[in-house]
């Protein structure tokens, strides 16, 4: 049949079984906006305050149901407004295609209105950029970018289109996403040599050693990274655990890869690692880490970084091996794949002296009550005891992160939505918008600080008119916590222009957008909201007062040994 480009575009979104879109329109991207007229009763457009928010709802979209997410903006402001929400999904691999329409091809390079580089800006922050210039490209190219997008190491793909395009017409076939690499529309892909596209072989000589490696193996530990929540390899990980017999530290981005509550589990490790998770990689004689970069807030000083032990890497994208952390042995691969295919060959193996010595160190910091204020502990204690367990989480960025990723038990992928490498202030409230649209039968909490929720609380408005039940809880010290840390430990106290003594007040804030804002100090009054907030079904902000000089503990400094903790 004939249509037009956007209508092109329209029944390709529907090829993909995409049924939530982000975005903001503008004058480039009007012929696809006319389109999404027809399409609403299969297609649910969210319109956001600002491009970036509707960036990070199509990441949080995307990590929290395992689908890839989608976004739509307009070009120039409209394209560049994404580059924050392109650059965090591509840091933490998160599976979304970005969509803007650019001038039309006669204004091409002509310092038109609204005009701008846009695939050449995203290049280096996506997987793959396309500009599409023929209509008759449309189709396939799209395609091609949800391919992209999801498979091998997933990431985010940017396409943009000639407003022309969107205008013109063009033969156009429904090709089912099952029926796609059968009927050749992704042969370009391999012509390519796009090696990210595909998942690679497996060498099944590298299980075998490794197979032999935990079996000689007195002291092993092992990290579950952000490439098991990617992969959905949370049984296998967990079934992987056991088998070994040894504890398993979680990286930020590995947050539901491994059953927070489970016994052979030491929490976060790291700059903020617990010290069960720091002293065991420091002491084992065999650290195998899945799906981790191993990057500078994990491995603070690679040289020194479990020297003891013989380094195993098992990672999907061979560019990881070796980069950061020099390895003994690693394993190329779907993190599903290699770990099922370990668990075939694995006895069970046992090793209580080593257990028993990682788990005499703390997993969790101890907090003294808060007096006037709470304590992040507090928060995190009375919100788990009342929301339920799968509730999903979504962080900003600080020290409210990390104190949300120690204190709360993550069960499953997805649970955890947080800006891990480019550790975006401004990344929860969409996120949270995101993963509430595309999980309505779970509840879904925003975890902010004050400094990180000023950036992004325009989308207020978008929980408001959407009816979207997120509960917003802002860990308020009236200061950049993270960064005052720093220049209280650091900085010889000098705190240059941390301290955020000024508005809005965030409970007439929540009002004026027309939600429900409650402030509060105890724990009692904190449960009393909670209650209230689940029992509305509807969004709400709560502002936590906590004092301005709370740390989050432990702490290792940058390019330290990772067990010279900091005195706090």
């Not at 990070?56 to 402001?77: E, L, M, N, Q």
């Not at 960064?483 to 929540?510: C, H, M």
């Amino acid at each position: 049949m004939i249509l037009t480009g956007a209508e092109i575009l329209m029944e390709c979104l529907i090829e993909q079984e995409v049924d939530a879109v982000f975005g903001y329109p503008g004058g480039t991207i009007l012929n696809v906006y006319d389109a999404l007229v027809s399409y609403r009763d299969r297609i649910k457009h969210y319109l956001t305050a600002h491009e970036q928010g509707a960036s990070h709802a199509a990441d949080g979209y995307a990590r929290s149901t395992g689908k890839v997410g989608v976004a739509f903006s307009t070009s120039g402001p409209g394209a560049t407004n994404l580059t924050t929400g392109v650059a965090t999904a591509y840091m933490d691999s998160s599976p979304v295609v970005f969509i803007s329409c650019n001038v039309s091809d006669n204004l091409i390079g002509k310092d038109s209105f609204q005009e701008v580089d846009s695939t050449g800006i995203m290049l280096p922050i996506t997987k793959c950029t396309f500009q599409i210039t023929d209509v008759n490209r449309l189709a396939d190219t799209v395609r091609r970018a949800f391919a992209i997008a999801r498979s091998g190491r997933p990431g985010p793909v940017f396409i943009d289109i000639l407003k022309n395009v969107t205008a013109e017409t063009a033969e156009y076939e429904f090709i089912p996403r099952s029926e796609h690499k059968e009927a050749g529309v992704l042969k370009a892909i391999y012509d390519r040599n796009m090696v990210d596209y595909y998942v690679p072989e497996i060498d099944e000589e590298d299980i075998d050693k490794l197979v032999e490696m935990i079996g000689e193996s007195e002291r092993p530990m092992l990290i579950c990274g952000g490439g098991v929540v990617r992969g959905r390899a949370h049984k296998e990980f967990n079934d992987f655990v056991r088998l070994v017999d040894a504890p398993a530290a979680i990286t930020v981005m590995g947050g539901g890869g491994m059953n927070g509550r489970d016994s052979h589990t030491t929490g976060m490790i790291g700059m903020h690692g617990s010290q069960a998770s720091n002293i065991g990689v420091n002491e084992c004689d065999l650290l195998i880490a899945v799906g981790c970069r191993f990057s500078d807030r994990v491995a603070l000083d690679p040289e020194s970084f479990a020297a003891q032990a013989k380094i195993v890497h098992i990672d999907i994208d061979r560019s990881e091996i070796n980069k950061n952390v020099k390895t003994d042995h690693h394993i190329v691969g779907d993190a599903k794949e290699v770990l099922r295919r370990l668990n075939e060959k694995l006895s069970p193996q046992s090793h209580p002296e080593w257990m028993d010595f990682v788990f005499s160190h703390p997993t969790e910091t101890v907090y003294e009550d808060g007096g006037d204020t709470l304590n992040p502990k507090q928060i995190c204690d009375t919100i788990a005891k009342l929301v339920p367990e799968d509730t999903i989480v979504a962080t900003d960025v600080g020290q409210h992160q990390m104190w949300a990723i120690q204190h709360f038990h993550f069960d499953y992928p997805g649970q955890l939505i947080t800006s891990g490498g480019f550790g975006t202030m401004g990344f929860g409230l969409g996120a949270a918008i995101g993963a509430s649209a595309g999980n309505p039968d779970k509840t879904v909490i925003h975890i902010a600080g004050d400094g990180s929720f000023r950036m992004n609380c325009n989308e207020l408005s978008t929980v408001q008119y959407y009816g979207i039940p997120v509960i917003t809880f802002i860990f308020n010290n009236h200061t950049l916590g993270m960064v005052r840390q720093w220049q209280n430990l650091i900085y010889k106290k000098n705190f240059s222009e941390t301290t955020l003594d000024r508005g809005p007040d965030f409970v007439k804030l929540a009002e004026a957008y027309g939600l429900n804002g409650r402030r509060v100090s105890s724990q009692e009054e904190l449960a009393k909201v909670i209650e209230e907030a689940l029992e509305k079904k509807e969004g709400y902000v709560i502002d936590c007062l906590i004092d301005m000089d709370e740390m989050v503990r432990p702490m290792v400094g940058g390019g330290s040994h990772i067990t010279n903790f900091m005195k706090i």
